[in-house]
């Protein structure tokens, strides 16, 4: 069952910003560890940020370090994804959820996954 929703996938050019949105209408997230995903045609998920409860530290991959950050709008339940200088290896299904895998961040976990939203970069 699909708990948070995820929006603001799109076609851009390389060099172009994004913003991916996270929410739900089924508990407050402002507690939780978010993690932001990402899976490419043809590979393996990849962690791209895990962000603590209450949105005190936040940890990105080497991939998107720099370029992306994570943000949250507690009064409209929603995380962001602000994405900076994308790139066609920035192609993917990007997904949150309320976990990180193997990072471990203070704040309440749960197996809680969005559908995904897909982001395309391409000339």
């Known amino acids: 069952q699909v708990a948070l929703v995820e929006s603001g996938g799109d076609l851009v050019r390389p060099g172009d910003s994004l913003r991916l949105s996270c929410t739900t209408s089924k508990f407050d997230l402002d507690e939780y560890v978010i993690g932001w995903f990402r899976q490419a045609p043809g590979k393996q998920r990849e962690g791209v940020s895990c962000t603590s409860g209450r949105n005190e530290i936040t940890q990105y991959s080497t991939s998107v370090k720099g370029r992306f950050t994570v943000s949250r709008d507690n009064a409209k339940n929603t995380v962001y994804l602000e994405m900076i200088n994308l790139q066609p290896e920035d192609t993917a299904v990007y997904y949150c959820?309320?976990?990180?895998?193997?990072?471990?961040?203070?704040?309440?976990?749960?197996?809680?996954w969005g559908q995904g939203t897909l982001v395309i970069v391409s000339p």
């Open positions: 959820a309320t976990e990180c895998g193997r990072t471990v961040m203070n704040g309440r976990v749960m197996n809680a």
